[in-house]
């Protein structure tokens, strides 16, 4: 189902989301935030990257920096750090460039790569915003028979370890994001905020004096007792009034 762009939600979030349910809605939904040294690193680094009066071109190569896109398949939007793009057969047109050109999405991140795919899926979530934004296909399966633009991957540069990955965005990856995006969608309609999930990953977390993650499984406990003791109230209760 297609989303407004009224109800469109921010496409970094996906990151967050994955990442941590609870710091995603801690900051989309109660516009919470709190700086900590990798936060303030990551926005200083991303600075130069998404400067988009920074021109930078090769023979058969150019770059646009902070690129706005959106989608309505995923209802998000937001900015692109850089686009590469490359001169070829299977590209698309440009406007103001001769010739055809193939799209390639470069994010930039502060630290080392992740084991697991917050960084891939909000990646993946580019590429899709992407592909609506200049109303081409990216991905092979989908390729239609009057144009033959294929770009099925995006690369990843972490500052930490100067590496690029390459990622191929898998017709399964894609299917994750949607999901993903879907049930974002759904708990920011109803303000729900999840509950925490302590876990090794609570540590990096810039929100973690606001989350208070080991209180709130606290809390979801005693609030979960509570209720089951008015249940059994309930049914005592119930089986006096029979015996009466």
């Known amino acids: 189902m297609p989303y407004h762009e009224r109800d469109y939600l921010m496409l970094s979030g996906i990151q967050h989301f994955y990442f941590c349910k609870r710091q995603w809605a801690l900051i989309d939904i109660e516009a919470c935030w709190k700086d900590d040294e990798a936060t303030q690193e990551g926005r200083l680094l991303h600075e130069k990257a998404d400067n988009p009066f920074l021109k930078e071109s090769r023979p058969n190569k150019f770059y646009s920096r902070s690129i706005p896109v959106a989608s309505h398949t995923l209802g998000f939007s937001g900015i692109l750090d850089v686009v590469e793009f490359e001169k070829a057969e299977d590209g698309i047109p440009i406007e103001g460039k001769k010739g055809l050109w193939r799209p390639h999405i ?139």
């Open 106 to 244: 470069v994010e930039y991140k502060r630290g080392k790569e992740k084991k697991d795919l917050c960084d891939i899926m909000q990646l993946a979530a580019e590429v899709i915003c992407l592909e609506e934004s200049l109303n081409v296909s990216m991905n092979r399966a989908s390729v239609m028979p009057s144009r033959a633009s294929v770009v099925p991957s995006a690369s990843i540069y972490y500052f930490a370890s100067k590496k690029r990955i390459t990622i191929d965005i898998t017709d399964e990856l894609r299917s994750s994001v949607q999901t993903a995006a879907d049930e974002m969608h759904a708990l920011y309609r109803d303000k729900k905020t999840p509950p925490a999930e302590p876990g090794k990953h609570c540590t990096r977390c810039s929100l973690y004096d606001i989350c208070l993650p080991k209180l709130t499984l606290k809390k979801t406990a005693v609030q979960r007792y509570l209720l089951n003791r008015i249940a059994d109230n309930v049914i005592e209760d119930s089986i006096i009034e029979d015996n009466l």
